[in-house]
């Protein structure tokens, strides 16, 4: 009995040593092959470059983006998510596969995470809400866990690396064949280096007539508004843009007759600071209607006096300038000012001249406030003569004779340099590369913040810029343009932009809206498809078959001052365009107007919104009503909202511009539609 016990007892012993063996050796084997496919995967490694090995850093992103998660800029600090849906710290990773810093994702039901764990691609239902991976319980990952996702991880690797004979592949080749496949990081990184080349200064738009988000247009913006200072860059900035989109630039000294064709794109400028773009249907004819956006790139400024150079003053350098419209309010003291704009420069060799472009980007000039220790105050009540002229440098001499000023210009007698401060001239002239300080004919400079334009607030909900006012409207009216879908045989219209320049000082010169500028542009056009040439009955009938979009920014609620505001009309920020009214005829805004652009935003997935002024307040005006009642359109005053209008920076929303765009594009494309509606 004994011995039997005994002999059971053995068995057992020796059935519970077999099973630990064999549970040794599967484990040895399975840690074995994991061995294996690590030396193997780090073979591979080695062949990979240093941009591969980054691109790999870059999995928990790429992962993100195949799960449709939003795209977000990275930031240090925040837990991140595996691929088996886990969450780790990023210095609990090791480092060849530290990842971009932050992933932010979206999430309304725990389904997310069973997504994730089955690598199933989520959709819409689930993915509405935003929430921080931070709300999610952190779970630390297991031994076995991290070896199941290398395990798999390096399968994966070697199954892509036998795909290719060998060849390393890295997560940036798979996806690279997209040439959007790029995250917010990349392209950010990607305009630090190349700010004109980059998707950010591009407007981060899909090609042909598709579009981003509103919010993806925050930071393009910007970098127009910085980069583009004066009416001249701007308008220049519009000219290189349309070209690059196939637009041909037509001059209007020269007939048109034969250069325009159905389903043409062209521009043409005036002065240099005024432009009109336009597109012609394939199915245009004469008499057929002008869908028009009229909008201007003037802005408050500063300009150089003709004669801006000035004595010595307490060992000051100072500088001559006017104020452009309602430029040298109290927002412009203590401001850092740069200057710039356009320059004449004869040629001495042929004796042509030329206009060039210039910016002096740091900052130079500056309007001190006096202190008020000195019991003065400084709010409306100093000179704007005296007691607001910039200083831009300092000499230690005094300047104070006739003869010791004159000695000290530059350029000769009788030269434009010679009237200019000397230390601007010379700055300017080693900005353009002039030897010869007499051959700068002339000059139209201004001065301008130079802080640049910034999306802010805390989420980045706004824009801060200066010569928001109207940059905006008119930048977001060019892009609808070219976003608007490319014509077709079907297409009957000429779609227009026009932008204009002297509309703060009521647009009375040539290059203004209340020129020929617009009405002779579009004679032109009619002319060009007539058969019979010009005709006063044909230009009628496409007057009124015409529609004007007059956008100019308007005035956004501000929260401090909600008094001032009429209830039901004051637009907010970030929500859509606002229609602009005034019972004494300022604006253009009527009852049909209302209902066709209304309709246009209803197709299109656009929201209005409504501004009228209290009647204890004063309107402003636009260019609408001058150029509608020029041509006898159609028309409609309608802009983006903006706080603090003629200050030397205002706020608009983050989404803002790309909204502009968005309802430009859809009048655009849908107008022609829209206006066969109407009887």
């Given at each position: 009995m004994v011995r039997n016990g005994q002999n059971s007892l053995r068995g057992s012993v020796s059935t519970l040593s077999l099973r630990a063996r064999v549970e040794d050796d599967n484990e040895r084997a399975t840690r074995e092959r994991i061995a294996e496919l690590e030396s193997q995967l780090m073979a591979a490694q080695q062949k990979i470059s240093k941009q591969d090995r980054l691109a790999n850093a870059l999995y928990p992103e790429v992962h993100r983006r195949m799960h449709g998660f939003d795209e977000q800029l990275p930031g240090a600090g925040t837990p991140l998510r595996r691929c088996d849906g886990t969450l780790v710290e990023q210095a609990d990773l090791p480092a060849w596969s530290t990842p971009a810093p932050s992933v932010e994702i979206k999430s309304t039901s725990s389904q997310r995470n069973q997504s994730i764990l089955n690598e199933e691609p989520l959709n819409e239902d689930n993915f509405t809400q935003p929430a921080s991976v931070r709300d999610i319980p952190i779970r630390a990952e297991t031994m076995e866990e991290t070896m199941r996702r290398y395990q798999r991880s390096a399968e994966q690797r070697l199954q892509r690396l036998r795909q290719t004979n060998g060849a390393p592949i890295t997560l940036e080749d798979t996806f690279q064949k997209d040439p959007e496949f790029k995250s917010l990081f990349e392209k950010f990184n990607e305009s630090r280096q190349n700010t004109r080349q980059s998707l950010i200064s591009n407007g981060l738009k899909l090609e042909g007539s598709s579009l981003k988000s509103p919010e993806a247009y925050c930071q393009p913006f910007c970098d127009f508004l910085t980069q583009n200072p004066t009416v001249?860059?701007?308008?220049?900035?519009?000219?290189?843009?349309?070209?690059?989109?196939?637009?041909?630039?037509?001059?209007?000294?020269k007939a048109w007759t034969e250069n325009l064709k159905l389903g043409g794109k062209y521009y043409v400028t005036r002065n240099g600071s005024s432009l009109i773009a336009f597109t012609v249907g394939g199915g245009y004819k004469s008499g057929n209607g002008v869908a028009m956006v009229a909008g201007h790139v003037d802005a408050l400024t500063?300009?150089?006096?003709?004669?801006?150079?000035?004595?010595?003053?307490?060992?000051?350098?100072?500088?001559?300038?006017?104020?452009?419209?309602?430029?040298?309010?109290?927002?412009?003291?203590?401001?850092?000012?740069?200057?710039?704009?356009?320059?004449?420069?004869?040629?001495?060799?042929?004796?042509?001249?030329?206009?060039?472009?210039?910016?002096?980007?740091?900052?130079?000039?500056?309007?001190?406030?006096?202190?008020?220790?000195?019991?003065?105050?400084?709010?409306?009540?100093?000179?704007?003569?005296?007691?607001?002229?910039?200083?831009?440098?300092?000499?230690?001499?005094?300047?104070?004779?006739?003869?010791?000023?004159?000695?000290?210009t530059l350029g000769g007698v009788g030269s434009f340099a010679a009237t200019q401060p000397p230390k601007l001239v010379r700055a300017i002239a080693g900005?353009?590369?002039?030897?010869?300080?007499?051959?700068?004919?002339?000059w139209e400079l201004e001065l301008y913040d130079i802080q640049p334009a910034q999306c802010g607030g805390l989420e980045k909900e706004f824009i801060f810029g200066g010569r928001i006012d109207d940059k905006i409207c008119s930048w977001a009216a060019i892009e609808g343009l070219l976003a608007a879908a490319p014509t077709s045989e079907t297409d009957g219209l000429v779609k227009l932009v026009g932008v204009f320049d002297d509309e703060e000082i009521g647009s009375q010169l040539r290059q203004g809206a209340k020129s020929n500028f617009l009405p002779g542009t579009v004679e032109r056009i009619t002319e060009a498809f007539s058969k019979s040439g010009s005709s006063a009955n044909i230009l009628s009938q496409t007057y009124a078959n015409s529609f004007l979009i007059s956008a100019d920014v308007t005035h956004a609620v501000n929260p401090n001052f909600l008094g001032r505001y009429l209830e039901n009309h004051a637009p907010r920020l970030n929500i859509g365009m606002a229609i602009a009214a005034d019972s004494n005829g300022h604006m253009t805004t009527d009852s049909v107007s209302t209902a066709l652009l209304t309709r246009v935003a209803e197709k299109s997935g656009n929201k209005l919104q409504i501004f009228q002024i209290r009647n204890d307040s004063r309107s402003g005006g636009t260019v609408g009503p001058m150029l509608s009642s020029a041509m006898g359109v159609r028309a409609i005053d309608a802009g983006i909202a903006q706080l603090s209008m003629h200050s030397i920076r205002a706020t608009v929303g983050s989404s803002d511009p790309g909204l502009g765009v968005k309802l430009f594009k859809g009048y655009f494309d849908h107008f022609e539609s829209v206006d066969a509606e109407f009887e």
């Amino acid at each position: 009995m004994v011995r039997n016990g005994q002999n059971s007892l053995r068995g057992s012993v020796s059935t519970l040593s077999l099973r630990a063996r064999v549970e040794d050796d599967n484990e040895r084997a399975t840690r074995e092959r994991i061995a294996e496919l690590e030396s193997q995967l780090m073979a591979a490694q080695q062949k990979i470059s240093k941009q591969d090995r980054l691109a790999n850093a870059l999995y928990p992103e790429v992962h993100r983006r195949m799960h449709g998660f939003d795209e977000q800029l990275p930031g240090a600090g925040t837990p991140l998510r595996r691929c088996d849906g886990t969450l780790v710290e990023q210095a609990d990773l090791p480092a060849w596969s530290t990842p971009a810093p932050s992933v932010e994702i979206k999430s309304t039901s725990s389904q997310r995470n069973q997504s994730i764990l089955n690598e199933e691609p989520l959709n819409e239902d689930n993915f509405t809400q935003p929430a921080s991976v931070r709300d999610i319980p952190i779970r630390a990952e297991t031994m076995e866990e991290t070896m199941r996702r290398y395990q798999r991880s390096a399968e994966q690797r070697l199954q892509r690396l036998r795909q290719t004979n060998g060849a390393p592949i890295t997560l940036e080749d798979t996806f690279q064949k997209d040439p959007e496949f790029k995250s917010l990081f990349e392209k950010f990184n990607e305009s630090r280096q190349n700010t004109r080349q980059s998707l950010i200064s591009n407007g981060l738009k899909l090609e042909g007539s598709s579009l981003k988000s509103p919010e993806a247009y925050c930071q393009p913006f910007c970098d127009f508004l910085t980069q583009n200072p004066t009416v001249f860059h701007a308008v220049d900035y519009f000219g290189t843009k349309l070209e690059k989109a196939g637009f041909k630039k037509l001059s209007e000294r020269k007939a048109w007759t034969e250069n325009l064709k159905l389903g043409g794109k062209y521009y043409v400028t005036r002065n240099g600071s005024s432009l009109i773009a336009f597109t012609v249907g394939g199915g245009y004819k004469s008499g057929n209607g002008v869908a028009m956006v009229a909008g201007h790139v003037d802005a408050l400024t500063a300009r150089l006096k003709p004669v801006s150079n000035k004595k010595t003053s307490a060992g000051y350098v100072q500088l001559g300038v006017a104020p452009y419209a309602g430029a040298l309010n109290t927002t412009w003291w203590d401001r850092d000012l740069g200057i710039g704009g356009r320059v004449l420069v004869k040629d001495p060799d042929t004796g042509k001249i030329a206009t060039k472009l210039v910016k002096l980007g740091w900052p130079i000039a500056k309007i001190p406030t006096l202190a008020p220790h000195f019991g003065v105050g400084m709010l409306g009540t100093n000179n704007a003569e005296t007691e607001a002229v910039p200083i831009i440098g300092l000499d230690d001499s005094t300047g104070s004779s006739t003869e010791e000023f004159q000695n000290q210009t530059l350029g000769g007698v009788g030269s434009f340099a010679a009237t200019q401060p000397p230390k601007l001239v010379r700055a300017i002239a080693g900005e353009l590369s002039i030897q010869d300080y007499s051959s700068i004919v002339n000059w139209e400079l201004e001065l301008y913040d130079i802080q640049p334009a910034q999306c802010g607030g805390l989420e980045k909900e706004f824009i801060f810029g200066g010569r928001i006012d109207d940059k905006i409207c008119s930048w977001a009216a060019i892009e609808g343009l070219l976003a608007a879908a490319p014509t077709s045989e079907t297409d009957g219209l000429v779609k227009l932009v026009g932008v204009f320049d002297d509309e703060e000082i009521g647009s009375q010169l040539r290059q203004g809206a209340k020129s020929n500028f617009l009405p002779g542009t579009v004679e032109r056009i009619t002319e060009a498809f007539s058969k019979s040439g010009s005709s006063a009955n044909i230009l009628s009938q496409t007057y009124a078959n015409s529609f004007l979009i007059s956008a100019d920014v308007t005035h956004a609620v501000n929260p401090n001052f909600l008094g001032r505001y009429l209830e039901n009309h004051a637009p907010r920020l970030n929500i859509g365009m606002a229609i602009a009214a005034d019972s004494n005829g300022h604006m253009t805004t009527d009852s049909v107007s209302t209902a066709l652009l209304t309709r246009v935003a209803e197709k299109s997935g656009n929201k209005l919104q409504i501004f009228q002024i209290r009647n204890d307040s004063r309107s402003g005006g636009t260019v609408g009503p001058m150029l509608s009642s020029a041509m006898g359109v159609r028309a409609i005053d309608a802009g983006i909202a903006q706080l603090s209008m003629h200050s030397i920076r205002a706020t608009v929303g983050s989404s803002d511009p790309g909204l502009g765009v968005k309802l430009f594009k859809g009048y655009f494309d849908h107008f022609e539609s829209v206006d066969a509606e109407f009887e």
